[in-house]
């Protein structure tokens, strides 16, 4: 009976070694073929392929993340309606309700924010 367990997973684990071999070679082939011409502009770290212009480790005020993760919500809750709107017609009456109740919903917490200044950039 052991045996023909180490059968079934044979096949799991020479997948598993040609993955490697393949992420390991291509790794490999791209070192040794590709040129190495070092200078000074070519070292230099950028982001977003514009030179960096202040240290990384500033401070960002805690407003930024706040209206992050508002738009993070707000935008995950309309990806919900997307799916409700395309079977309107088949849901009837109590999907309507349902969802008149969830915008309502989303609408207290949005107004909320509002009011605290949770979306103001100043």
Not at 32 to 57: I, N, T
């Amino acid at each position: 009976m052991p045996d023909l367990i180490v059968q079934n997973y044979l096949p799991i684990l020479f997948f598993l070694v040609i993955a490697a071999a393949f992420g390991v070679g291509s790794l490999l082939a791209g070192y040794l073929v590709r040129p190495s011409r070092p200078y000074k502009a070519k070292l230099m770290p950028y982001e977003s392929g514009a030179p960096v212009f202040h240290d990384a480790r500033s401070k960002i005020p805690m407003r930024y993340y706040i209206i992050a993760m508002l738009f993070v919500i707000f935008d995950i809750e309309t990806v919900f309606i997307f799916p409700w709107a395309i079977i309107f017609k088949q849901l009837g009456l109590f999907a309507l309700i349902e969802m008149l109740v969830f915008i309502a919903i989303l609408l207290v917490g949005y107004f909320y924010a509002w009011k605290k200044g949770a979306l103001e950039w100043d």
